[in-house]
Each structure stands twice: as structure tokens, then as C-alpha cells.
């Protein structure tokens, strides 16, 4: 039976929690997904690894076809698959204790409970959560802003859901997973108030904070700065409507 901590990292070593790094102190190695050749992100799991004097054990991410966009359920059902085989092999082969390292938390777009529960499936294996800080969170903190009015709510969303969910009367939203192409959508949107965040609590990170209309091309340009300084380039924002 191979145990599994699945511990969220916040945006960086930094932000490792007390319940986090005794997790780690429990485990017999650290598991990772490689991406790509050049993974920033492992690399800081990497540290983290070596920090607590433990092995990291990568696996290597299947491949995900982004060729139909038109079934984007299909397609993530069948990455998430191919991943759990990947998981699967590698934890049964290795066992005991090992802890995975989140981006952020693993509450928020991230797939590694998902696929675990797949995972399961195939080999024996149990684990447990240990909450980290959010892309959001870190967002929220560095504009000094509350992500709602007062007893309001705050729609939570991707960039892809941007359009739909203004359509269907979203009016505060705090949106993620973009990119430089998806920030175009905000030229619609030139009196809403934006508090944007790139690299949060990173290496290359930029705040831009305004009227859409106003800010729009500053947030262009952080962005490809976060981009330049850092090798990478994650951002989020909060948008807000006119009052
Ligand atoms: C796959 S999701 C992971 C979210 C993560 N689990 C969390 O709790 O924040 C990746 C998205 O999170 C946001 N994100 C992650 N790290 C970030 C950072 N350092 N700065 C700004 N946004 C970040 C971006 O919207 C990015 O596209």
C-alpha cells in the first residue's frame, strides 16, 4: 500500500505550512510531474525536496490533445486517464510514504485529487490533503483588497468561462487559467475595475491595478516582463463591474 500526502505548496517554498513541511517530514520521497524538459515549477519542487532531504520522483505527464477544443470533457477525461496509469506505475512500484507537491492549493484547478482517485483503481493507495495558499489568496493580499463587497459573493472562473459568465450576470469575479490571447476579451469590458497579478509571490512579479480601459495595455506589458524575467508566465485577476 503506497500513502500519499498531497500537500499544497502556496506560490513558492516560501509558503509551505507548518503542516505541510511535517508531511514532508513523514514521507520517504517526494512525487512531481515533469511537463516538459524545462520545468520551472518542478525545479522549485525540486528545492523543496532536496530541503527536507528527500529523493524526487518524477513522472513523467502524458501527453494532452488539444487538437478538438470542441470536446475538451473528453479530452481532459483522457489525459486525466493516461495520467493515473503514469501515477499508478510509479507509486506501486516505489511505495511507502510520498508526498505530492501542489501548486497553490489543491482545492483549485488542479487535477492531482482527480486523478488519484483513478490511480486507486490500479494499484493500492491511500491519502490525505494538507491545504496551501492560493493563486487568489496571494492576489488578494499583494492589492491589499477584499475579493468581494461587503456579503457579497465572488464568482470564481477560468478565462475560457470569461464572456459566458459576464453574459449570464457575473458582476465580481476572480478568473484564472489565461493567457496573453485571452486578455484581449477584456478590451470589451473598459469600465470594469481589474486587479491583476502575474508570477505572484514568484520570481518576474507584476501588479497592475485599474479601470480596464485604462490599465489594459500596462497589463500586456507586465505580462511579457513577468515572461522575460522569470521563463514563465502564470497570472489571475479580480474583475469588478461599474458600481
Ligand atoms: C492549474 S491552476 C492552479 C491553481 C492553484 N492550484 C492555486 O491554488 O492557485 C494554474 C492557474 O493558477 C493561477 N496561478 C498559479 N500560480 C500563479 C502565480 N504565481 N501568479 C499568478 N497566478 C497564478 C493562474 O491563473 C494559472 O493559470
Known amino acids: 500500500m503506497t500513502h500519499v ?30 511537463k516538459d524538459e524545462h520545468d520551472e515549477l518542478l525545479e522549485v519542487r525540486r528545492r523543496v525536496a532536496t530541503d527536507h532531504g528527500l529523493d524526487l520522483v518524477e513522472v513523467v505527464d502524458a501527453e494532452r490533445d488539444r487538437a478538438d477544443p470542441g470536446d475538451y470533457p473528453g479530452a481532459v477525461a483522457a489525459w486525466h486517464a493516461a495520467r493515473a496509469d503514469a501515477w499508478a506505475r510509479v507509486l506501486g512500484a516505489r511505495g511507502g510514504t510520498a508526498t505530492y507537491l501542489v501548486w497553490g492549493d489543491p482545492s483549485l484547478y488542479d487535477s492531482t485529487l482527480r486523478v488519484l482517485d483513478r490511480a486507486a483503481e490500479r494499484t493500492p493507495l491511500t491519502w490525505d490533503v494538507v491545504p496551501g495558499i ?12 477584499v475579493l468581494h ?3 457579497q459573493p465572488v464568482h470564481l472562473t477560468t478565462a475560457r468561462r470569461l464572456a459566458k459568465d459576464v453574459a449570464a450576470g457575473q458582476r465580481n469575479l476572480v478568473v484564472m487559467l489565461g493567457s496573453g490571447a485571452s486578455l484581449e476579451r477584456l478590451a470589451a469590458l473598459p469600465d470594469w475595475s481589474i486587479w491583476w497579478g502575474a508570477n505572484l509571490g514568484a520570481l518576474g512579479e507584476r501588479l497592475v491595478a485599474g479601470r480596464v480601459g485604462d490599465v489594459l495595455g500596462s497589463v500586456h506589458a507586465a505580462r511579457e516582463a513577468a515572461r522575460a524575467e522569470a521563463g514563465w508566465v502564470m497570472d489571475c485577476f479580480l474583475l469588478r463591474a461599474p458600481a
Open 5 to 34: 500526502h498531497v500537500v499544497g505548496l502556496g506560490m513558492g517554498p516560501q509558503h509551505l505550512t507548518a503542516e505541510g513541511a511535517a508531511a514532508l517530514a513523514g514521507s520517504d520521497y517526494v512525487v512531481a510531474v515533469r
Open 134 to 145: 492560493s493563486a487568489p489568496q496571494v492576489l488578494a493580499a499583494r492589492h491589499r483588497v
Open 149 to 151: 463587497e461587503v456579503g
